[in-house]
């Protein structure tokens, strides 16, 4: 079985340029979160999504970034304009929402540089 | 304070040693506590999942939880160079808003010395 599959892996932009992250989760998952990790720091949600609908978009610093998950597979995750700070790894994840469990299964991330 | 909170380390042991991870947290909601391994440039992946007080194995690897300590625990044995990664723990709330969201440690990152 495939595991989250995300592009590109690795991508260096100078500030103030849009940039844009592709997720696709394991098949059959519904849930979809994205996240990002700070360079020694654990991950922290950004979006969840269920299905096509954004159930928690709180995290998500909505004057700059935006997602959206049509048809309620593939997702992509926008920055724009990027900032200096924005440089981290963006990790999508996927679960089945069915069970309390809810294990999620992460992708390699995309590594970000803003220059 | 942090909701948790996780020695970054990092920690060097010698091949064949036994591992000691811990993590501690001050939230008394969280009652799902995982354990994820995260090679360098990859993913984390999940190693252990529990939700009771005590003790839960899986190989080489045993999960610990103690709840009225607010302190969690991750044993490796017969530690391996393979072994070496970054250890998250996480965890989350029973039930109820939110309880899908996982708060995760800052990691520990662990090399194994052949």
């Known amino acids: 079985e495939a595991g989250v599959v995300q592009s590109p892996r690795y991508k260096i932009i100078e500030k103030k340029q849009p940039v844009a992250f592709w997720c696709n989760p394991i098949?059959?998952?519904?849930?979809l979160y994205w996240y990002r990790q700070n360079l020694g720091q654990g991950p922290e949600l950004l979006i969840r999504y269920e299905n096509e609908e954004a159930v928690d978009d709180s995290q998500l610093p909505k004057d700059r970034f935006s997602a959206e998950r049509l048809k309620g597979v593939d997702s992509t995750l926008k920055i724009q304009p990027a900032e200096l700070g924005d440089s981290a790894v963006y990790l999508c994840?996927?679960?089945?929402?069915?069970?309390?469990?809810?294990?999620?299964?992460f992708g390699p991330g995309t590594r970000l540089l803003v220059l | 304070q942090k909701e948790v909170e996780q020695d970054p380390g990092p920690l060097s042991v010698p091949e064949g040693a036994i591992v000691s991870l811990n993590c501690t947290y001050s939230?008394?909601?969280?009652?799902?506590f995982m354990w994820y391994r995260q090679y360098s440039r990859k993913g984390p992946e999940l190693l252990m999942y529990?939700?009771?007080?005590g003790n839960k194995e899986d190989g080489r690897f045993t999960a610990q939880v103690d709840k009225s300590s607010k302190y969690i625990s991750l044993f490796i044995r017969d530690s391996q160079p393979s072994d070496s990664a970054t250890y998250l723990c996480?965890?989350?709330?029973?039930?109820?808003?939110?309880?899908?969201?996982?708060?995760f440690g800052k990691g520990t990152k662990l090399s194994v010395i052949p």
């Open positions: 996480a965890m989350k709330p029973y039930s109820g808003a939110g309880s899908y969201q996982l708060t």
């Open positions: 529990t939700y009771s007080s």
């Open positions: 098949s059959g998952h519904n849930t």
């Open positions: 939230n008394s909601a969280f009652q799902y």
């Open positions: 994840a996927s679960s089945l929402i069915w069970n309390i469990e809810e294990t999620q299964y």
